[in-house]
């Protein structure tokens, strides 16, 4: 079964310092992992993916994410925050194989301070 | 293009009455979920489907059901709504197994 982890429901940086958030994920099978962002009274959008190709993965915003095998783990980094990176972000892991469901984490929440 | 489009927006009902989420996608994918949202907690998956003609429980399906209409609609009935329903419910869907979730704006969702 595959199961996702986020480190810290609330992670509070000021504008321009680096944003680390935290996964680690479990499955018995190569994964497909994501990162989203929610923000207020919205659906989830996705930052990036990462599908077995390089293993340091580029979104939008700013955003990316490395895929390290040897510690299970998908971390988001930004070099530079900014105050409209305020938001909800959410770790999610697939597994290939045909099967069907994403698993996510229980999110993180990323304050901004000026 | 609309993406994914979940209607109503927000619902209050009261214990033992039923309703109907409805949910429709433009973007002719395979899949779809339906997911429920509660602070803390991420984000359960209720039940999907996986390819039109067919649904599949999630981890939370019970006192739901699903109806996939046809490849763009995907519908979530509650029953008879109980309080530990109140909840926020999002509509999703995807091409394939390794391609990104789409998600709708969401149904908040108040039993009293």
């Known amino acids: 079964a595959q199961s996702v982890t986020q480190l810290g429901s609330h992670v509070s940086v000021s504008e321009g310092a680096l944003v680390l958030l935290r996964c680690n994920y479990s499955s018995s099978v190569p994964p497909y992992l994501f990162w989203y962002v929610q923000y207020p009274n919205q659906g989830l959008q996705l930052l990036l993916k990462y599908t077995s190709a390089a293993t340091l993965v580029k979104g939008i915003n700013g955003f990316e994410a490395e895929f390290k095998k040897s510690e299970t783990s998908f971390h988001l980094t930004k070099p530079s925050a900014h105050m409209s990176d305020a938001a909800e972000y959410f770790c999610a892991v697939g597994r290939t194989g045909g099967a069907q469901k994403l698993v996510f984490g229980q999110g993180t929440r990323l304050t901004i301070n000026p | ?112």
């Open chain 2, 1 to 112: 293009n609309a993406g994914v489009t979940q209607t109503p927006k927000f619902q209050v009902l009261k214990t033992g009455q039923s309703m109907t989420l409805q949910c429709a996608q433009d973007m002719n994918h395979n899949s779809m979920y339906w997911y429920r949202q509660d602070p803390g907690m991420g984000l359960r998956l209720i039940y999907y489907s996986a390819s039109e003609g067919t649904t599949d429980k999630g981890e939370v399906p019970n006192g739901y059901n699903v109806s996939r209409l046809n490849k763009r609609e995907f519908s979530l009935r509650l029953e008879s709504a109980a309080p530990s329903q109140t909840s926020v419910y999002f509509c999703a869907s995807r091409w394939g197994t390794d391609s990104p979730l789409h998600f709708g704006n969401g149904t908040r969702l108040t039993v009293t």
